[in-house]
């Protein structure tokens, strides 16, 4: 893994951090970030929406976002930049998001798949 592998990550998890203090999930899972990119200038960018534009806790959740980000990346500026397009909907929570959401977890998930096709009739 490279060094510019390894910032997304960092960035990746440390977003996973920020959560929707409405809904009391992360924004990642939530599925709020659209986009993340570093810049050759060591400017890291934040492409993501709000649940809705009114949203009342959406400064909130970009500071955090700024903050967090400068706080664990000293040698990084951050830009953060809401979009309204496309509109956030539940479509885009993942799956780990949805297990959250339901109250189970990935591991109780699969236990509870079937673990072939005819055991799905059986």
């Known amino acids: 893994m490279n060094n510019k592998d390894a910032i997304f990550i960092q960035i990746n998890d440390l977003l996973k ?3 929707d203090p409405e809904i009391g999930m992360n924004i990642v899972d939530l599925g709020l970030v659209y986009e993340i990119s570093v810049s050759e200038e060591n400017e890291i960018g934040v492409v993501m929406t709000l649940t809705t534009p009114g949203c009342p806790m959406g400064q909130s959740i970009t500071d955090t976002v ?3 980000l400068t ?3 000293p040698g990084y500026t951050v830009k953060i930049e809401l979009v309204w397009f496309p509109a956030w909907d539940a479509s885009m929570i993942s799956e780990a998001g ?3 959401l339901n109250g ?3 591991q109780e998930k699969n236990e509870e798949e079937p673990k072939s096709f005819w055991n799905r009739f059986f």
């Open 17 to 19: 951090q920020v959560l």
């Open 66 to 68: 700024t903050n967090l």
């Open 71 to 73: 706080r664990h990346l």
């Open 98 to 100: 949805q297990a959250q």
């Open 104 to 106: 189970t977890t990935e």
